[in-house]
């Protein structure tokens, strides 16, 4: 009865609501309706353990006492299997847990060890085993994501890490991977994922072993790429899930610049809140600007991490960002975050059962304060508490046993101290507010549960887009493509004998389940048999290659050399069959290297955690040798940033595939046989190779900027009327690139210029940012005769389109746009390559780097000052005349005009020298405070004055004597 009127309720109060526009008003009526244990019980989200509900469990008791908020299930916690019917099983598991929540008791819920039948149909007539005053619908969340983030390992689409999304550098992949995850994730019944990560990885040498390890994702090194991706891949998760899943991002507000695993330790970042706005930040702003709704990120993963700069001075008492009020609220003061706060956005805590969590807080009589925690992290902001490994000692029942006792404490502190449940009211009024935009305000069993049963035939089946997403997302590191856009000398052939190491990882989806290998030993090794061995194109033969894990490569090199072969035991007895040699691993490693042409490595990234991780770079420290003469390609499954410039020297080819799912085998294998050009470029900076990101997506120097007038609808052509001194006209760039041929990242400078053909004069009359590729600037027309040029250049891009424009005797105006015409380029015709194949293989066309459009010679001489430098001369000129004014205020009576003149050129030289020192970053220099160009006025007044009292004190000396 009591289910049958909260769903009268619902429906009365929200019945003419559309999907997605209840607001917190709404939310207030269900609050009202709510004990203050329901209430206090909302705010958390917990673990689960195992594949299956059991009836008195401790997580049922949680659900029908304390009416927890959700829970989070992860493979850590066997919350998956990999049976035949694992997708079932799962769909099963989820509606328990949503059975119990809306009605008080679940069919589906086993008894003891073994499972009672499942009753698709429940008779609610019946008595509830608990009766509840508010059914709300459980959070179900995961951290699934991709690559070596994947938490369920069997059914779904095996999709790519977000490196390798953003290797590809088109935002749509990052949409289709969204909507992937999202529809799959939705047809299992979760509601809330934990992902994407929107990491800024600018530094991804300080995180060498973190990365590696996988256990940072990252779409890029780069903030405005990495929030361009992250909006898109949240417009394909809501777009995916029909508007079902709810999305949080992490770890709010950047974790990329972190030197230590997020979870093990509270680092310190040392960046200051213009710097973070700047970088790590940016992401999260562009995910949270509601302006596109389907953009529009659902909430945050606050980050265990303390921020140097802009928390004040850190030191080892400093509370991290996540567990502090001020920071939080500051930033969330940053538009659109504002706005954003105030619309519903969640913030989601990060494991407050993390090891940096329990280090932080572990005391000598209490290693794990876990009602301290949880209280300061709610009213730090967090919205939502995750308490994960809730327990000093990580046990489950320790975990259930700190939730429980943390209910009660919330439940009396919330009766008792009336700050404490504003804070939980105001958390659980955003909470609820999520929950009817999920589910259009319709809590009913229809609307909530899955149908378990055909969620099988709804996954996995998006294996062809992820296919062409590694394709286009593998990247030539090495040599670099402008240097050698083919690096592989040939195909390999049936004369060729290849050997593949292949550094495996063993995965598991539970501790009972069977491990699986990603990628296996033979992956690569299969994949070219199906694509070009007998029954294909022919080019090779099983026979011709040798398969080895980086484990077997690391026991050949730690062997004693040389490895001799075994010894066949003699024959005695001719009538018996004689066992066959068996051959240590060592010795069929080295007979396959001293045997091959080709070696080919596909590696993970060094692992401190895995010894045999650092086993290429051992190869390539210890023996050289057995790789020389040999094509050596080499293919990066992680972060590309364990070879160091030394290392790529001695391998034939470094290439990105950025993940380790069997469609980037494929990749590789492709890219072998020149099947596929290497179409992705690294989204972060790799030293070893001279990649630098910055770089990557400035400018391109040879480009000619188009520049045009936008005209209006009677505007034909390139010609246009006469205009007006003091008429406006809006000129409009095109799309100025980047090096990758990518537009450049909003927020890149570009000038525009002015040359006064009549006087040779050349000025930049604005600076502006770009949007979307593009710059315009309002140009108002000279009110004078003369023959001006208008162009446009933007870091180390100086040629473009030009704009002459004649002013008359009679302010009549002449306008013309002039493209200048790109120089004729060599187009060189490629060699074909042999190979014995019944079916050729294409080879990829060369495309010449355009030739450089020199800048038309100017006949006159030019001054060319930027906007910037003028306002900087005019600071450091306010300056020195305040200087010189405080100078010549004193008087003195012996040598007036002397001692006037000495005290203002000792202030002036003082401030020059002062000048001097800071413009060029000397030791203190980081101090001088962050005023834009004023700061030069404050340095010369602030570095003159010493002069200026030195002068009056030797005036002194000097009068007295």
């Not at 003699?570 to 091959?596: G, K, R």
């Not at 005019?874 to 003195?892: D, H, K, Q």
Request: aromatic share 8%.
């Amino acid at each position: 009865m009591v289910w049958v009127m909260g769903s009268v309720f619902v429906s009365m109060s929200f019945a003419q609501e559309e999907q997605g526009l209840f607001d917190a008003e709404d939310a207030r009526a269900l609050l009202e309706q709510m004990t203050p244990e329901e209430r206090v019980g909302q705010l958390f989200l917990v673990s689960v353990e195992g594949a299956e509900l059991e009836a008195n469990s401790d997580i049922e008791k949680l659900i029908l006492t304390s009416r927890i908020g959700g829970v989070i299930l992860e493979a850590e916690n066997d919350n998956f299997s990999d049976s035949a019917t694992s997708a079932q099983d799962l769909g099963r598991m989820v509606n328990s847990l949503q059975e119990l929540s809306l009605l008080g008791r679940s069919s589906r819920i086993a008894a003891g060890s073994e499972s009672e039948e499942i009753n698709p149909e429940l008779d609610q007539s019946e008595e509830l085993t608990v009766t509840l005053n508010m059914p709300l619908p459980l959070f179900i969340g995961s951290t699934h994501g991709g690559g070596s983030h994947a938490q369920i390992l069997s059914n779904l689409t095996e999709v790519p890490s977000q490196l390798a999304i953003g290797a590809t550098w088109d935002p749509e992949m990052a949409k289709t991977t969204g909507e992937i995850i999202g529809s799959e994730l939705n047809a299992l019944g979760f509601n809330l994922m934990l992902n994407p990560s929107l990491n800024v990885v600018s530094a991804p040498e300080l995180l060498r072993d973190v990365h590696s390890a996988g256990l940072i994702d990252s779409f890029g090194g780069n903030p405005y790429w990495v929030g361009e991706f992250g909006a898109a891949y949240v417009a394909g998760v809501k777009s995916g899930s029909d508007g079902k899943l709810l999305v949080v991002g992490g770890n709010f507000p950047g974790s990329g610049g972190s030197d230590r695993p997020l979870n093990s330790e509270v680092a310190t970042v040392r960046t200051s809140l213009i710097e973070l706005q700047q970088g790590d930040l940016a992401p999260f702003l562009k995910v949270a600007n509601r302006a596109v709704m389907t953009d529009t990120i659902d909430g945050f993963m606050t980050a265990h991490l303390r921020y140097q700069g802009f928390q004040g001075n850190i030191d080892n008492s400093s509370i991290p960002l996540s567990f502090d009020a001020q920071a939080i609220e500051t930033l969330l003061q940053i538009e659109p975050l504002a706005d954003w706060r105030s619309a519903g956005g969640l913030l989601v805590s990060g494991d407050l059962g993390a090891p940096a969590i329990r280090r932080f807080y572990a005391t000598e009589e209490d290693p794990f304060p876990h009602r301290r925690v949880a209280r300061d992290s709610l009213l730090a902001g967090n919205d939502l508490l995750y308490v994960g490994d809730f327990a000093a000692d990580s046990s489950l029942t320790s975990e259930f046993d700190n939730v429980a006792d943390t209910l009660d404490w919330f439940t009396d502190e919330y009766a008792s101290n009336s700050t404490f449940r504003a804070r939980v009211d105001e958390a659980v009024v955003r909470i609820l507010q999520a929950k009817l935009n999920l589910y259009d305000g319709d809590f009913s069993l229809g609307s909530v549960l899955i149908d378990e049963v055909s969620v099988a035939g709804e996954i996995g089946i998006a294996k062809n887009q992820i296919d062409m997403l590694a394709l286009e997302s593998i990247a030539q590191l090495a040599p670099r493509p402008s240097d050698n856009p083919e690096p592989l000398p040939r195909t390999p052939n049936r004369e060729d004998n290849i050997v593949i190491f292949t550094d495996v990882h063993e995965l598991s989806a539970c501790s009972t389940c069977d491990n699986v290998n990603r990628p296996g030993v033979e992956a690569l090794k299969n994949r070219m048999l199906q694509l070009y061995g007998p029954e294909a194109s022919n080019q090779v033969a099983e026979e011709q290659i040798s398969s080895f894990s980086f484990d077997d490569l690391a026991e050949y090199i730690n062997a004693e050399t040389p490895i001799l072969a075994p010894t066949p035991a003699p024959i005695t007895n001719t009538s018996v069959i004689s066992e066959p040699v068996i051959y240590p691993t060592e010795f069929l490693v080295q007979d396959a290297l001293q045997n091959a042409e080709w070696v080919v490595f596909l590696a993970q990234g060094v692992r401190g955690d895995i010894s045999s991780s650092s086993a290429l770079n051992q190869l390539l420290a210890e023996r050289p040798d057995m790789l020389s003469g040999r094509v050596v390609p080499v293919f990066s499954m992680g972060y590309p940033i364990d070879l160091d410039a030394t290392d790529t020297s001695q391998i034939t080819a470094y290439f990105g595939l950025f993940s380790p799912g069997e469609s980037f085998v494929d990749a590789a294998a492709r890219v072998i046989f020149r099947e596929q050009p290497a179409r992705g470029a690294s989204p972060i900076s790799i030293s070893s190779v001279r990649y630098d990101l910055d770089q990557v997506t400035s400018p391109q120097p040879l480009q000619v900027i188009d520049l045009m007038i936008e005209e209006d609808e009677n505007g034909a052509d390139n010609i246009l009327p006469a205009n007006s001194p003091g008429d406006t006209l809006r000129l409009r760039t095109g799309i100025i690139t980047d090096y990758n041929g990518n537009a450049v990242p909003d927020g890149t400078l570009v000038q525009f210029t002015q040359e006064d053909r009549v006087q040779g004069f050349f000025s930049v009359i604005a600076e502006v940012f770009t949007i979307d590729g593009r710059a315009s600037f309002d140009y108002v027309l000279e009110d004078r005769p003369g023959q001006f040029r208008l162009r446009a250049q933007s870091g180390e891009a100086r040629t473009s389109a030009e704009v002459d424009i004649a002013i008359a005797e009679n302010a009549s105006a002449q306008i013309e746009v002039i493209t200048p015409t790109p120089l004729p380029t060599f187009t060189p015709t490629p060699s074909p390559i042999p190979t014995e194949t019944t079916t050729p293989t294409p080879n990829p066309t060369i495309t010449p780097a355009p030739t450089l459009v020199p800048q038309p010679p100017n006949t006159e001489p030019q001054i060319n000052i930027t906007l910037t430098e003028m306002q900087t001369i005019g600071s450091l000129i306010l300056g020195l005349f305040g200087v010189g004014w405080i100078g010549n205020l004193t008087r003195s009576e012996k040598h007036p005009l002397s001692g006037r003149l000495r005290k203002i050129l000792w202030g002036l030289l003082f401030a020059l020298v002062g000048y001097i020192w800071f413009f060029t970053e000397m030791p203190g220099a980081e101090f001088l405070p962050d005023w834009g160009v004023w700061r030069w006025m404050f340095v010369a007044v602030v570095c003159g004055l010493p002069g200026v009292g030195l002068a009056w004190l030797f005036n002194q000396v000097f009068e007295a004597e």
